[in-house]
T-cell receptor, first 113, second 111 residues
Framework: DGGITQSPKYLFRKEGQNVTLSCEQNLNHDAMYWYRQDPGQGLRLIYYSQIVNDFQKGDIAEGYSVSREKKESFPLTVTSAQKNPTAFYLC????????????FGDGTRLSIL | GQNIDQPTEMTATEGAIVQINCTYQTSGFNGLFWYQQHAGEAPTFLSYNVLDGLEEKGRFSSFLSRSKGYSYLLLKELQMKDSASYLCAVRSSGGSYIPTFGRGTSLIVHP
């Protein structure tokens, strides 16, 4: 069954700690994205990757880092530099065709302890 | 820059029709998408418009006017399960194909 798997579903971070959110896909899509969603804010782009070993900053990249070592995987690290990390994080993929929609994972909800 | 505007919240009655508007200002245009998102869940694709006019899919229809930078999502025969957030997203033309999302419209359907 093709899809996008995000884990964990819930994550808690302590002060000064880095945490990593996982995103795995078996749709064979080239492009992968990370979005942050806050109440009433819609989706804001953190990072995206169009091809393996390449990624670009989105609108709110500060305090986050990513890697794209494999086509299937695009993990997001929330570093201690991100002072307000509490949010719902969504991973998405697409084929890079302009007429095709993005597909989304089920999200990870991150909270500060 | 890119700017996409949607109403923050709408309410409607079960069985009625509701229209959710989206206006956009982007550097070029390469398609507009509507997604539905239930609270705490992933957005799911509803419709796509790239040419002017109406696209119909069952109870849901979406309209686009490129000259006006305007789209709407029309939901007919509303059901309680239609209570959700509706996201408008636009792909611009040019170098970046990355879609830009509006803030979403929270629709509340009451009996």
């Amino acid at each position: 069954d093709g899809g996008i798997t995000q884990s964990p579903k819930y994550l808690f971070r302590k002060e000064g700690q880095n945490v990593t959110l996982s995103c795995e896909q078996n749709l064979n899509h080239d492009a992968m994205y990370w979005y942050r969603q806050d109440p009433g804010q819609g989706l804001r782009l953190i990072y995206y990757s169009q091809i393996v070993n390449d990624f670009q900053k989105g609108d709110i990249a500060e305090g986050y880092s990513v890697s794209r070592e494999k086509k299937e995987s695009f993990p997001l690290t929330v570093t201690s530099a991100q002072k307000n990390p509490t949010a719902f994080y969504l991973c998405a993929t697409d084929t890079r065709d302009s007429n095709q929609p993005q597909h989304f994972g089920d999200g990870t909800r991150l909270s500060i302890l | 820059g890119q700017n996409i505007d949607q109403p923050t919240e709408m309410t409607a009655t079960e069985g009625a029709i509701v229209q959710i508007n989206c206006t956009y200002q982007t550097s070029g245009f390469n398609g507009l998408f509507w997604y539905q998102q239930h609270a705490g869940e992933a957005p799911t694709f509803l419709s796509y418009n790239v040419l002017d006019g109406l696209e119909e899919k069952g109870r849901f229809s979406s309209f686009l006017s490129r000259s006006k930078g305007y789209s709407y999502l029309l939901l007919k025969e509303l059901q309680m399960k239609d209570s959700a957030s509706y996201l408008c997203a636009v792909r611009s033309s040019g170098g970046s194909y990355i879609p830009t999302f509006g803030r979403g419209t929270s629709l509340i359907v009451h009996p």
